[in-house]
């Protein structure tokens, strides 16, 4: 099934290196979808067009609050952090809680720590109304400690796509953090698809709820939705950089 992404990536490979301008025009757009969809998906209310203004301008949206204001900035951060030394940094524990440190910088009123996992039990209310309750916070460390030497074992054996799909799933179902998982995992997995040489898979806010659906299958074992689904995602991430 990786056929068509593979054949991308290397109709991508013949062009390289890519001319500097063209890298940051490509870059930009990473950057702007990638930081719009996510925060669509977790509610945010910036427009596409309101997160490129504001962070290509600096200049504050009329009607948004600071908190959402934060959390466009922040995500953005929290991609340049994740592009720099890319291929030198290893996906750990370490980077995952300072991309949630990032994602939090400067956020008041809230209950948690910034960068730390978190201090009681959360849940959530499935598609299917059912109530799904996330790793306990007492488990948290050991799963951890697991998620990233399953990652460790998996990541010469399995494909980059099944890979980061799998890994992204697993770190929403463990949901170490009070808030922010979402983005987290999302993060996570693009480190995995990135450090393959493989553009970022952009979680489109119109297909939040085939996202969410494909989540809840892959909690009863059936992680295909999932897969399938980031795997239109990076073919997509490819056909953009190609039209360029």
């Not at 025009?25 to 977790?42: C, D, G, L, P, V």
Request: hydrophobic content about 40%; glycine content about 4%.
């Amino acid at each position: 099934m990786w056929e068509k992404i593979d054949e991308l990536r290397k109709q991508v490979d013949q062009q390289r290196p890519l001319k500097p301008e063209l890298m940051k025009t490509i870059m930009q757009k990473f950057r702007e979808e990638w930081t719009y969809h996510s925060n669509a998906i977790e509610g945010n209310t910036f427009t596409y067009q309101e997160t490129a203004f504001f962070l290509r301008e600096g200049l504050t949206v009329k009607g948004k609050s600071l908190r959402e204001h934060l959390e466009i900035v922040n995500h953005a951060e929290a991609i340049d952090y994740l592009q720099e030394g890319i291929f030198e940094r290893d996906l750990t524990e370490r980077l995952i809680k300072d991309f949630h440190a990032i994602l939090f910088q400067g956020v008041r009123d809230i209950d948690f720590s910034p960068g730390e996992y978190k201090k009681e039990d959360n849940h959530v209310l499935t598609l299917s109304g059912q109530i799904h309750n996330y790793t306990s916070y007492i488990q948290v460390p050991l799963e951890m400690e697991l998620l990233i030497k399953w990652y460790e074992e998996e990541r010469k054996r399995m494909h980059p796509v099944q890979l980061a799909a799998m890994f992204h799933h697993k770190l929403v179902a463990i949901h170490p953090f009070t808030d922010g998982n979402g983005h987290l995992s999302r993060l996570s997995m693009n480190v995995i698809l990135m450090k393959h040489g493989l553009p970022p898979a952009i979680i489109r806010n119109e297909n939040r709820q085939d996202y969410y659906i494909a989540l809840e299958k892959a909690d009863h074992g059936d992680l295909q939705s999932i897969i399938n689904m980031i795997a239109d995602e990076i073919t997509h991430s490819l056909e953009l950089i190609l039209s360029v």
